[in-house]
Nanobody, 120 residues
Framework: QLQASGGGLVQAGGSLRLSCAASGRTFSIYVMGWFRQAPGKEREFVAAINRGGGSAYYADSVKGRFTISRDNAKNTVYLQMNSLKPEDTADYYC???????????????WGKGTQVTVSS
């Protein structure tokens, strides 16, 4: 089970840190990813991190502004979001997979989303 938190309302240029806590003892075997879905749009890839946390991958739209990380001892993956823009407004979801992928259809388990709203 995955539970995302940390969303909220922030002004453009601000920062938020999302967390996704996983239950169970097998967290470290999964690749973790963040996706987002804005109103009226399809869900899109944001970032992914490998099992050990040593490799991260980002959508071009967030590269240089967002950082994904994980703490396997705490069964938690994070998404640090800086320099937020109004176009970052969306529901953000964490998910697991067995390999690095940018495709939402390839993700195995999904958590409930947390809403991020960036005002201009």
């Amino acid at each position: 089970q995955l539970q995302a938190s940390g969303g909220g309302l922030v002004q453009a240029g601000g920062s938020l840190r999302l967390s996704c806590a996983a239950s169970g003892r097998t967290f470290s075997i999964y690749v973790m990813g963040w996706f987002r879905q804005a109103p009226g749009k399809e869900r899109e890839f944001v970032a992914a991190i490998n099992r050990g946390g040593g490799s991260a991958y980002y959508a071009d739209s967030v590269k240089g502004r967002f950082t994904i990380s994980r703490d396997n001892a705490k069964n938690t993956v994070y998404l640090q979001m800086n320099s937020l823009k109004p176009e970052d407004t969306a529901d953000y979801y964490c998910a697991t997979s067995n390999y690095i992928t940018t495709k939402s259809d390839d993700m195995a388990y999904w958590g409930k989303g947390t809403q991020v709203t960036v005002s201009s």
